[in-house]
């Protein structure tokens, strides 16, 4: 796979996901989303919550990431670090977690998982789950994430929202 240009369009879907009185939203973010860490972090930073804010974006149906700014920092945890090697965005977070990305060589089968693997347990999504979905090579990306929708009670929510999208722009 060549590495992705400025031009080439980036397929998928970021929705920002807010929890807030006990009440879950799904909002979908713009598509540049999909293309930098800086445009996801910023949209859901203007997100004003008193409850959980985070993003939840497949990736060309190759890779998930979730991102979950804070007052600490931003946290963020990303499905295959391999996908550095070919993604701007994996690239980007792999850079800010300072881990190096796979090298090329590596077996392209196995799935590389890198960041806080306890991003959502607060939620309900203990880190050794998400490790176990990560670890799902059987499934996309879109079904991982409703899997982690799901454990974390939002479900509906997140499926109605995907539901709602351009079947073109997913």
Avoid: H, N
């Avoid at 807030?20 to 919550?49: F, I, N, Q």
């Avoid at 993003?55 to 991102?67: A, E, M, N, P």
């Avoid at 690239?91 to 890198?114: I, N, T």
């Amino acid at each position: 796979m060549c590495p992705m240009s400025e031009q080439d369009p980036v397929t998928g879907f970021a929705i920002a996901v807010v929890r807030e009185e006990g009440k879950w939203r799904c909002t979908a973010m713009p598509s540049d989303a999909l293309r930098e860490l800086d445009a996801v972090v910023t949209e859901l930073r203007k997100m004003r919550s008193t409850g959980a804010v985070f993003g939840l974006l497949d990736v060309d149906d190759q890779f998930f990431l979730v991102v979950r700014p804070g007052p600490g920092g931003v946290q963020l945890f990303l499905s295959d670090a391999a996908a550095a090697l070919d993604y701007d965005i994996a690239a980007d977070a792999l850079d800010q977690l300072r881990v190096e990305p796979p090298a090329e060589d590596d077996d392209d089968d196995e799935v590389w998982p890198e960041g806080a693997m306890d991003i959502l347990a607060d939620l309900g999504l203990p880190a050794a789950e998400l490790a176990v979905i990560a670890g799902e090579v059987d499934l996309y990306p879109d079904e991982q994430l409703q899997i982690v929708a799901q454990r974390c009670g939002f479900a509906d929510e997140f499926g109605r929202l995907l539901d709602s999208l351009d079947p073109i722009a997913q």
